[in-house]
């Protein structure tokens, strides 16, 4: 079974992060949601969400992806912490997938992982994505194990890239048929 982290920082972007853990356990993929600090964790618009575990319990493991939902208040909070930089760049050195939407790729950034990859982003925020090697207009763009997306309305699309490159495109295409999907 493949395994996903998603980390829940205060100020999360509740649409992505809800969408991503359902949309993954519909596809049978193991998905931990990890507070990075205070459990429940408090959105963006003020909905609470009871993560699995802290962050600091998980460090350890090794997942197959790591993904960061966005929300600019979630996003300041993932930059401030040097634990989540180091997570993504063992996992992105290991060959895991390392995600994130909205303003989350910002948290790529800063952890040197958009070097010359092409990446997207929430718009007006794409001139910070300063060594990106192309920044892209599209909803989700995948480059190697880097995968990006825009923001809130690409959230399924988004949710269901992610699965279709740990499961298969056959496990995609059966979870977007049961959520009447059309997007695919």
Same mark, same amino acid.
Request: net charge negative.
């Given at each position: 079974?493949?395994?996903?982290?998603?980390?829940?920082?205060?100020?999360?972007?509740?649409?992505?992060?809800?969408?991503?853990?359902?949309?993954?356990?519909?596809?049978?993929?193991?998905?931990?949601?990890?507070?990075?600090?205070?459990?429940?964790?408090?959105?963006?618009?003020?909905?609470?969400?009871?993560?699995?575990?802290?962050?600091?319990?998980?460090?350890?493991?090794?997942? %197959?992806?790591? @993904?960061?939902?966005?929300?600019?208040? !979630? $996003?300041?909070?993932?930059? *401030?912490?040097?634990? &989540?930089?180091? =997570?993504?760049?063992?996992?992105?050195?290991?060959?895991?997938?390392?995600?994130?939407?909205?303003?989350?790729?910002?948290?790529?950034?800063?952890?040197?992982?958009?070097?010359?990859?092409?990446?997207?982003?929430?718009?007006?925020?794409?001139?910070?994505?300063?060594?990106?090697?192309?920044?892209?207009?599209?909803?989700?763009?995948? %480059?190697?194990? @880097?995968?990006?997306?825009?923001?809130? !309305? $690409?959230?399924?699309?988004? *949710?269901?890239?992610? &699965?279709?490159? =740990?499961?298969?495109?056959?496990?995609?295409?059966?979870?977007?048929?049961?959520?009447?999907?059309?997007?695919?």
């Amino acid at each position: 079974m493949k395994t996903a982290l998603i980390l829940l920082a205060e100020g999360f972007e509740e649409t992505e992060a809800v969408t991503i853990i359902d949309v993954l356990r519909r596809a049978n993929i193991d998905i931990t949601a990890a507070a990075l600090a205070d459990n429940p964790v408090k959105g963006a618009h003020a909905i609470s969400v009871v993560a699995d575990t802290q962050l600091a319990h998980v460090t350890e493991r090794l997942f %197959d992806a790591v @993904i960061l939902p966005g929300g600019m208040g !979630g $996003t300041n909070n993932l930059l *401030a912490s040097a634990e &989540v930089a180091a =997570l993504l760049r063992n996992h992105a050195e290991q060959g895991s997938i390392v995600s994130a939407i909205c303003a989350a790729p910002l948290v790529l950034e800063k952890a040197g992982l958009l070097s010359g990859k092409e990446a997207t982003i929430y718009p007006g925020l794409a001139e910070k994505l300063t060594s990106a090697g192309r920044r892209s207009e599209a909803t989700v763009v995948q %480059d190697g194990t @880097i995968i990006t997306s825009k923001g809130p !309305g $690409t959230a399924m699309e988004f *949710a269901l890239h992610l &699965v279709e490159s =740990l499961a298969g495109k056959m496990a995609a295409d059966q979870v977007a048929d049961g959520l009447l999907y059309q997007g695919r």
